[in-house]
Nanobody, 119 residues
């Protein structure tokens, strides 16, 4: 079992930056990768990016590439999503998730944190 707790959401003006974090606990040694997703009102959940737990390799969606950065603090079992040049269309609930098998299916999810970007 892995527990994931997000933090750091909030309200930010367009063009600004915000960092959301995800603290993992429990069976963290079995985590293969961590993913970030988001869901805007009335829309389907969308992949944002992913980082492997040990090597720190990252992948990003086209909408996140060049603006968002995922990195980890291994000592604190925490993964961060640094979001820059935010736009109103980035407004969503952001979720972190844990991939325990490497098959890009996510087994555990956090509760989500709201990010609202106003113009």
């Amino acid at each position: 079992q892995v527990q994931l707790v997000e933090s750091g959401g909030g309200l930010v003006q367009a063009g600004g930056s915000l960092r959301v974090s995800c603290a993992a606990s429990g069976g963290v040694n079995s985590i293969v990768a961590m993913g970030w997703f988001r869901q805007a009102p009335g829309k389907e959940r969308e992949f944002v990016g992913r980082i492997t737990w040990r090597a720190g390799a990252t992948w990003y969606s086209d909408s996140a590439k060049g603006r968002f950065d995922i990195y980890r603090d291994s000592a604190k079992n925490t993964v961060h999503l640094q979001m820059n040049s935010l736009m109103p269309e980035d407004t969503a609930v952001y979720y972190c998730s844990a991939d325990m098998t490497g098959g890009r299916s996510y087994d555990y999810w956090g509760q989500g944190t709201q990010v609202t970007v106003f113009s």
